[in-house]
């Protein structure tokens, strides 16, 4: 007999695997990532068990079959759409961001562990990521992502030295965990000291979404967080963030990369 599960579930990537059929990548709230095969998603008959269309970003609930044994997809048997996030589908630049969100939390979290606090943190980014705050919040849910999954960087403090990081030029090494002061041997970014401790005050999505700060955001520091943050991805996976192109669009800066 099957086990149906039911869950809240953010769709991050969408592949179609036949005329009719799409395997796609469910963050869910209470069972973390999932792949699945949504047979005949493509198809509208009567026995398609969706109310919308599973579209990158979207949200909705999910009815599935995990997966057994050796199978690596699960079934998805129905999918009742919630939010197909329109407004954001209108802002190029937040799409973009949201699209950079999706795609490093597929990176760095390992399948069915549930994240049930990112969840909402990745929920808050998206949707904060058509408004004024767009910048603030891809950058926030970044440093959360590398928090949550146990790789977040050392920020204020030298990797090498333990010693605190006041204004001072510091260079980011990824490989070796965050910051490293003047002081140490390090071949990294160079970033100053006030960007860093900037980054890490800077408050998560569901913060940002409840209290935005009312100073207008340096799109210049934050595209620099970005790059240093995703450059900590890239070394935690050893894989390049396909999404590191938008960066210039996100935060409307140009970048050499």
């Known amino acids: 007999m099957a086990n149906y599960l039911t869950d809240d579930a953010i769709c991050l990537r969408v592949t179609d695997f036949s005329e009719t059929s799409q395997i796609v990548n469910m963050f869910t709230r209470r069972h973390g990532l999932v792949p699945m095969i949504a047979k005949g998603a493509k198809r509208e008959t009567k026995k398609n068990h969706s109310s919308g269309p599973l579209d990158l970003l979207t ?22 759409l919630a939010n197909h996030r329109t407004a954001l589908r209108r802002n190029l630049a937040g799409l973009n961001a949201a699209m950079m969100c999706a795609d490093v939390t597929a990176m760095l979290i390992v399948a069915h562990d549930p994240h049930e606090a990112l969840y909402e943190e990745l929920d808050a980014a998206l949707e904060l990521a058509a408004t004024p705050q767009r910048m603030r919040s891809t950058v926030s849910y970044v440093k ?90 890239e070394a935690v996976t050893d894989k390049r963030v396909k999404t590191r192109s938008l960066v210039g669009s996100v935060f409307s800066v140009s970048t050499t990369r």
């Open 59 to 80: 949200s909705g609930e999910v009815v599935f079959v995990p997966a057994k044994g050796e199978a690596e997809l699960g079934l998805l048997s129905k999918w009742e």
């Open 144 to 233: 959360t992502l590398l928090e949550e999954s146990g790789y977040g960087p050392t920020l204020t403090t030298c990797v090498g030295c333990d010693r605190a990081i006041g204004d001072e030029a510091a260079k980011f090494v990824p490989r070796a965990g965050g910051i490293v002061c003047s002081r140490c041997v390090g071949e990294g970014e160079v970033i100053s000291g006030r960007i860093a401790v900037a980054l890490e005050r800077l408050g998560r999505p569901t913060e940002l979404a409840v209290s935005p700060p009312a100073k207008e955001a340096n799109a210049d520091a934050l595209a620099k967080a970005m790059e240093l943050l995703l450059s900590h991805v």
